[in-house]
Structure formats: C-alpha cells, structure tokens
C-alpha cells in the first residue's frame, strides 16, 4: 500500500517544485527588476529623483482648507431660474411642483413656507424638530439644507446628498420661487 518508495518519491516531487519556484522567482527578479540600480545592492544609498511633483498648498492647522464666505444675497441677485430648472431634475424624483406629494413633500410655495407644514405628509421626527430651529424655508435656509441635508438635519429620510456649488443652489432656489 504505503510503503518507503512512495513517500521517498512524494518527497522529492515536493522538494523539486519548491526549487523550481525558487529558481523561478530568482530569474524572474534578474530579469524584471524594480526600483533604483546600482552596484550597492540597492538598499537605498541612491537617492531617486522623481519624474514630477505636485505641489499642495499650505492648508489650516486642522489640516483641511478653510472655505470662503460666500454672500448668500449676492449669488441670488444673480440667480439663474433656467439653470435652476436643470438643478431641479435632480430633486422631481422624490419631489413635485403640482401640489402633490410623492417620497418627499410637494415643493410649490416651499420658499416662505415653515418648515414641515405640509398638512397629510408624514415628516420625520427630526424635519419637525427642525422646525423649532428653522421655522420659515426663506432662502438662506433652503440653501443651507441643501448643500448637506443630512448634516443640516440628522435622522431626515432624505438621501440626497446635497449641492455643493452654491451658485447652482442658488439657481434651484430662483426656479422654486418662479415656479410656486
């Protein structure tokens, strides 16, 4: 059955594969060598220049830039609603402008309106507690939602996850207001 000729012969076949990946890696890193090349056994007595550099400005202590003050006004004096109807496609999937609502509440006359106010639809605990904080969709507050809804309003059902330009905010804000 199992006698000292097979086990012999087992072993020698496992040896032989380990020596020939062995001599396989040795060639291998002869051929396809990475990294600087010198006659030091490259360990690291060469120093490498590279190709190019990327310079990164000096940021904060916190590591992070800091954003700049944008002025809210400004950016609406000069809103776009036509730009702001592009932005809008972003938000009819969940929201409407007819008076009807869908995942999210209508958006019709959301701009003055207080927050949560949409009689029938079933906010979250944290959009009315919300509203104590903000009580009136003005402008400046639509926008600041906006851009981080989510952060703005912890535990909110909706998932968008914002608009970072602020001049796009302010054009979907331009639409709502044509548009209600």
């Not at 097979?6 to 396809?32: E, R």
Request: charged share 15%.
């Amino acid at each position: 059955m199992f006698n000292t000729m097979t086990l012999t012969k087992a072993a020698g076949a496992f040896i032989g594969a380990l020596l020939f990946l062995m001599l396989a890696n040795w060639g291998a890193t002869a051929l396809f060598h990475v990294g600087p090349t010198g006659h030091g056994g490259g360990h690291g007595e060469e120093e490498i220049t590279q190709a190019y550099t990327i310079p990164v400005p000096e940021t904060a202590e916190g590591g992070a830039e800091e954003a700049p003050e944008i002025n809210f006004e400004e950016l609406m004096a000069s809103a776009d609603a036509a730009a702001g109807e592009r932005e809008w496609a972003k938000c009819r999937s969940c929201h409407a402008l007819d008076g009807s609502d869908g995942v999210g509440p209508h958006l019709n006359g959301v701009v003055g309106r207080e927050v949560a106010s949409v009689a029938g639809f079933g906010y979250t605990d944290a959009m009315v507690a919300h509203a104590a904080e903000a009580p009136v969709w003005d402008p400046n507050a639509i926008q600041h939602f906006i851009e981080n809804p989510r952060g703005v309003v912890p535990g909110t059902a909706m998932s968008f996850a914002g608009l970072k330009d602020p001049q796009a905010r302010a054009n979907l804000i331009a639409y709502l207001q044509s548009n209600s």
